[in-house]
């Protein structure tokens, strides 16, 4: 399988700051990526697909990166409602999808 | 809009089979338009997909779950179900489905927007 491997596991903002997370996979999967955001008590939210379009509806403040082997999810204005936990996904397999680790965005 | 719920016992004793049913409303399971998925998260970690199933297709499953997952389809009732054999508390965790945006184009292609509707989940132990 896939290994996806997230950094951050964890981290501490500010409403306002700059957000970037970084997903990095175990070998090539060109933009196969898709990102989600999970809350608290809820299912994982589709957030992006093919590594940096957004899915309807995501604010702009949301935006991907990446190719190959490195991505970054990157939220340019944190807001009140963001705080909660980012994956990755790659979908090259097809067969097996899997995702990262997890990011946990918290208040600082 | 489309909605799915998960139901099924929250207690499953080792060894035994579980057992889930996602019901789909607000769309047909039969239209072939999306694949069908089920995803489980133990406490703490990331989500792991388990396997997915179309009206038009044999089910595909996680090569590490494949020896004991059977996903199948009612369409009678628009509703798809999730059988794990052989459980342990390895199993234990929240179960989801959700509706599935694969597109596959000939020649293997495929295109991929996610899983983008989530039923909210449901917890399942398993103990004696």
């Known amino acids: 399988d896939i290994q996806m491997t997230q950094s951050p596991s964890s981290l501490s903002a500010s409403v306002g700051d700059r957000v970037t997370i970084t997903c990095r996979a175990g070998q090539h999967i060109a933009n196969y990526l898709n990102w989600y955001q999970q809350k608290p008590g809820k299912a994982p939210k589709v957030l992006m697909y093919?590594?940096?379009t957004l899915q309807s509806g995501v604010p702009s403040r949301f935006s991907g990166s990446g190719y190959g082997t490195e991505f970054t999810l990157t939220i340019s204005s944190l807001q009140p409602e963001d705080f909660a936990t980012y994956y990755c996904q790659q979908n090259y397999n097809i067969a097996q999808l899997t995702f990262g680790g997890g990011t946990k965005v918290e208040i600082k | 809009q489309v909605q799915l719920q998960e139901s099924g016992p929250g207690l499953v004793k080792p060894s035994q089979t579980l057992s889930l049913t996602c019901t789909v409303s607000?769309?047909?399971?039969?239209?072939?338009?999306?694949?069908w998925s089920w995803i489980r998260q133990p406490a703490g970690k990331e989500p792991e997909w388990i396997g997915r199933i179309h009206a038009r297709e044999t089910p595909t499953y996680n090569p590490s779950l494949k020896s004991r997952v059977t996903i199948s389809l009612d369409t009678s009732k628009n509703q798809f179900s999730l059988r794990l054999s052989s459980v342990t508390a390895a199993d234990t965790g929240i179960y989801y489905c959700a509706r599935e945006d694969l597109v596959l184009l000939p020649a293997s292609a495929y295109y991929y927007y996610g899983l983008d509707v989530w039923g909210q989940g449901t917890t399942v132990s398993v103990s004696s």
């Open positions: 607000g769309d047909s399971i039969s239209s072939g338009h999306y694949y």
């Open positions: 093919d590594a940096s």
